[in-house]
């Protein structure tokens, strides 16, 4: 069987088709690397400030700070003997 | 004709040799020419090909160093007591900056301009100015936008509760590896190991999809201890207001749960891991492991313990301490206050060496020496922290009478504060012994064991005599919190000097005990190291204790209870009075007496001596472990 000559016509179309696609996928590829980069950055960076906000939220909620705030700035006391029965 | 074809024949033939000639010469030099790029291609590909490749890969690939950041350290409700957090570093190519620029730099860095050009003089490529400084600081230098000034990040701990965990945790030095505490001794499992990622890139030098790790990142481990961050404070701030008090040169706090899971643990002075650079390395130590002293008469309810487990004495044995005074050896021991007869307990509330010596003497070296090394003096705990002392005990032959008699009072042998808690752990845990342990991570931790020292009716026996020590007729009452029932002993230990003898004027006061004494939920061990108002354990370290289970107690959820204030329980006590035989020791003797004080766990006071006359309260219907009994007896 001979095929006619506008099916031999198509090849070089698919080949240029494949081709076009290849070329395409390297390119999503290519900017979906730069978006994880940009992200895992992002990532990282949020990662630093929670670990900073932590550390300021352990900062201003230890214990002696506290204490101190209660006891100098809103004149607060210790419970005296008794008085927390209930705890 | 012949001549000219001859001639032209001749000619011919020349031009052919030429012709040849030359395409010889061109095919010579082809030849050459493809013989020059063969050799040109063997050096490429095959003597040059892997350098070549190197460099062409250098130029497709990029290697990245991906961090691992320090594990963090939290307390064990989850507050952060340890973390690393990136700090901007300044640095510098020596040779690239300026000498008039040295001094706007100097002055962004706060730093003499003097000890800036020291830095830079003579110096060749990369130079730290200033590690681990602050963003404003960082920020102001690169405002300046100097030729050969760079920036860096490195990582930096922090501490957030400073000096109150100070001597726990340690501290980090500017490499990131822990140098102190348990930043040093968890060194390995905080720190991780940073990852090399390899990634493509392309012409622009933009990062290409498929890149791959050559050495997967281990992140650092975050570590739970059992600390709680509260008590923690709690303890430092009680200990640094009773040294404050007694213008005491040092002291520490251990406090523990019964179940080995360490509270707290602070000593003092303190210092901020933070800037620990600012303080002497002697200031670094963590006196709850490290330094060793006498216990003391903490020593004694062990001493006890051991006599009542050597079956030779009962707990309502009594015991005669001699008027003050005994003779043991070449050696005179003495007590504080002279006592004649005394009840086991009461040898306890009165803390009578002599009668602890006796004991001691009574039962021998043996059973002694068991019991010491059992609730592990002697010996370190291994709770993970490094530089732990073992404390002193003396080999058992070494223990002739003066040393056995010495020992049972707390002298002649050395403790660290967390073995003196641990050893009052076995009593609070019914006589138990369980290692103390400071991480909580599962994975980490080693397995809890636990093994029995004395029976637990030995070890609530010993319970209920120290929290009658703790009674307004011990030496301990300062101890007790109001609404709670401690049962604890004070110890007042002279120091021992250079040459082996004692002090006459530096002390260490003690005071370990339990509380609550009928429900025991914490263990508390106090030292205070050399207290100038008054050298008592009663009048120094007791009230410590009793500022520390006042403050932690409510903070635990554990009540308060105020029975014994209330009106209506005297009410229920005198509707209960019952003169029926049965429910009053009239009649009983003496021994009679103290064997049913000693099975309901009471208490007991005697007045005179035959059979009961009377006694207080009335009934013993209403009376429960820990109350008082008071007879009076007569011939």
New interface residues.
Partial sequence: MRWPLTTWLFVPLLLGGFAAAQVWLSHV??E???Q??RLNAEKQALA?EV??L??E???L????RL?EIAQRRLHMA??R??Q???? | MSINHSFTGRGDTRQQVFIRRRIEAVAGLLALGIALLAIRAVDLQWLQSQTLTDKAEKQRYRQYTAVA?RG?ITDSHG???A????VPSIAAMADEISPDSIGELAAALQMPETSLRRKLHGRKGFVWLARQVTPAMADAVARLNIDGVRQETEWRR?H???P?TGHLLGFVGIDGHGLEGLERTLDARLSGEPGIRQVRR?ARG????GGIWLRDPVPGQDIRLTID??I???A??ALADGIRKQHAKGGSVVIMRPDGAVLAMASWPGYNPNNFREYRPSQWRNRAITDVFEPGSTLKPFTVAAALMSGRWQPDSKIFCENGAMQVADHVIHDDHSEGWLDIAGLLAKSSNIGAAKLALDIGVDPMYRMLHDIGFGQRSHIGLSGESPGIVLPMERWGPVETANIAFGQGIAVTPLQLATAFSVLANGGLHVQPRLIETPDIGEKQSSRRIMPKSVARHIVNMLEYATSAEGTGSKAV???YRVAGKTGTAQKPDRYGSYNSDKFTAVFAGIAPADNPQLVIAVVIDEPQKSIYGGQVAAPVFRNIA??VL?????????EREQPWHTMRIADNADPVPGHSTTGLSLREVRRLASRMGLHLKVHGSGWVRRQQPASLNGLEAGDMLEVWLDD
């Fill in positions: 590829r290519y979906l690397s730069q994880t980069q630093l670990s900073k932590n550390l939220v352990a900062s909620t230890r214990p002696e204490r210790p419970p003997p008794l927390v029965v209930h705890p | 950041p963090t507050r952060i007591l973390e690393s957090i990136e922090y957030p509760l400073g109150e392309d933009h990062s290409l999809p961050a509260s923690q404070s709690i430092y701030a919190p109001a609404g006042a403050n409510p903070y635990l959820g554990i009540a308060a209870t105020s």
